[in-house]
């Protein structure tokens, strides 16, 4: 039996990017990519040009690829699992109103398939538009709340304020997902990390799903120093899931990204988005006390420091 | 071929200028040549008499304008369902309405599989009084052969521990929609489409092959001759080449007794395709066959709480509304095959995709106007009369789901939408108050196909617990009539054809034992249904 066939979701709204980011994708990456078309909808569909690269396309139709009555998403399964042995990846480019949560369930439920990251793409230029639109409006927030990692196309092109508040506007909606503007090393480290729908369901609002997992925002800028922070957080390594915010604290030169994943504590310089909240993590558990155990250490420090 | 002369105890002709008659002589290739008294029969004198109507009630072929082959194949795995229903084979199957009664229906089936996976489908644990169904009920079933339990919506199962064995499912399992018990083990209900596809998969139920095979076409046919229907929609099919050939082939056999209306789902294809195909299919039609209409699904359902509601939304419950086709993709595509003459029928279920059909209609008419386009908004449960009011205006037709006040009307009331919504929606009277072509539905095998049923919802407007939604929508029987035949055939533009007992039209006839009108607007559902004759040639019930 091989190994469960590992599959990355690209969603996104109309016109967000996804293609040209796929067809981008296929002419970097040396792995051999099944690609599975679910956007007949979308207006700027070039399948043959995806064909021509990959290992196989399979064209999905159209619809709903969520509860699939019609829109034959068993066979494409069938037939994407029937290649296992002739790929090494697959890629779904979900229709233009897929929602992640949904799409991702069916490669986390499936035992021949291994869920990674699931990307939304988005077109900075519009996104605060598509997010006020009353029609599809919550299906881009959810596709942006569902992703591990959030792709900002048209870096090169799009001007620089334009980046930055669609930089903001993720970050309000999904604190926990990297962002990327170019397909770099990092995006690709991203792209294969496992797909962490805990923390994003716990990110989410309450009720949908069982609620296995805590999330708590807990703010830090009234620590004493970055290595205090640093020192603390790794005592609740253990305990906590996923953590992710921009500090600036004394010790820092600049912001810096703190994260914690997979049990791995890093802290890296970066350019924060702008108007993003700082020195406020978002911490996930599977264990709520644990993280009121954190926040509670947390609020000791201020108060050493309040009192030194 | 010699004509031959039908004599009946009345027939309802649905055409006002000769609203009833008792005679009606048919050509050999099965057009109406008279239709009246014996008097008025005309040159009938070498026309072979069949009087074995003579006691029965002729009403036109019912025509069911929103229905899915689905009804023909579903019946392959075993009904679990709460309200007693008919098979195609003709099969009297009562509703479950315990536990043991379903373990039973189930167990009898598993001997007789053998081994093999022991699917069922219909179940509605509502109405189950009790523990909810779970893993340890079906194991009682058997412990080795997998048992998978498909519930009414499609959109949950339950099975036994030997089926979530097969997919690998154990108290482990850590996926949204696997269901566990309190002590961690697991449940065995699985939600939604992604947990249910590792079970249904590897049990061989996967809804893909719920199509159009001919043994299923066949029973299309059969369910829609115990129902009085001649003409039948199959609302959403991909017509690819191997499902088309199936399809000719079968409905081109001798004796195929139902005129089947296929839609070609517009999502099947690349948008710039659907034109082409659907003028492709049309010009392949046949008599049995008729093909050149699309059909564009929007949104989910309302008791899946997954239709677009606009605020404030829904009554109770998680919003969790979807769209299968982006809006701005819908206007160009509505507006793409406006341009190219092809007919829609569009599925709106929630106010907030219904408002989006109207405002694609609205752009795309405005840009260019084609009269009698006959674009039809399918189901449109929802639509205010302020909407009503606009699809008036574009001169389209709807087709609503009258069925649904009495088969979910009460947790419409309840749960959905609510008292005021739930009163006023699939809004029969409105829509024929304001000029709007009517057909009402049972989306066939999501109820039961049984037009007469559906007219006695629209009438009655009462639901399975006896509440009644709303009295300013409930319609006349004369007009639910219409709507079950002239009405559906015009959303079909079929009406110069069918839908009505006039010379020159089609002979196809609904044959009842009862007469509608005797038995009155509140005892329509009761009245019994011998069969059809359907291009002349009388069909009973159960004969083929």
Redesign the interface.
Known sequence: MDAALPVNLLCGYLGAGKTTLLNRLLEQDDQRILVMVNDFGDIAVDATMIAGRSAETIQLSNGCICCSMGGGLFEAFERALALREHVDRLVIEASGVAEPDRLANFARAEPDLDCRAVIAVVDPPSLADRLADPKIGKVVERQIAGADAVFLSRADVADAAAMRQAARLVGGINPLASQHQHLDGGFLTALAARHDANSLSAMGAPGNHQQLFASRTIAVDAVPNAHDLTALLTGHGGAIHRLKGYVQLPGLTQVHLLQLAGGVLSLEPVDAPEGIAINQLVAISPDAGALATLAAEVAASHDIQRRS | MTPTLFSARRIITMDPSRPEATHVLVSGDGRILAVGTPDEMGDSGEATRDDRFADKILMPGFVEGHAHMMEGSVWRFTYLGHYARIAPDGRHWDGITSTDALIARLRERAAELGDGPVVGWGFDPLFVPGERLSRLDLDRVSTTQPVVVLHSN??LLTANSAALEL??YDENT???????SADGQLHGELH????M??V??RVGA???NLGGDPESIWNFARSACRAGVTTSTDL?N?LAEETLADLLATTGEDGYPLRVVPML?A?????TEVGPRALELRARSTDRLRMGGVKI?TD?SIQ?F?A?LLAPGYYRG?DN?????????LN??VDDLNRQGIQMHIHVNGD?ASL?AIEALEAALAGHFRPDHRHTLQHCQMADRAQLRRIAALQCCVNLFANHLYYFGDKHYEITIGPERACRMNPCASALELGIPLAIHSDAPITPLAPLVTAWCAINRLTDGGRQLGTSERISLDQALYAITLGAAHTLKLDAEIGSVEVGKRADFAVLEDDPHALGAERLREVRVWGTIFGGQPVQTGSF
């Open positions: 499609m959109h997919a690998g850590d996926v949204p929609g696997v269901l566990h939604e489409m992604a947990a596809f590792p249904m998969r996967s809804f893909r959403l991909d789902s999502l099947a294809m690349p948008p699904i989910g899946g997954t677009q998680t509304g979807i769209w299968n086709i982006a809006p701005e993709a160009a595509m907030g989006a």
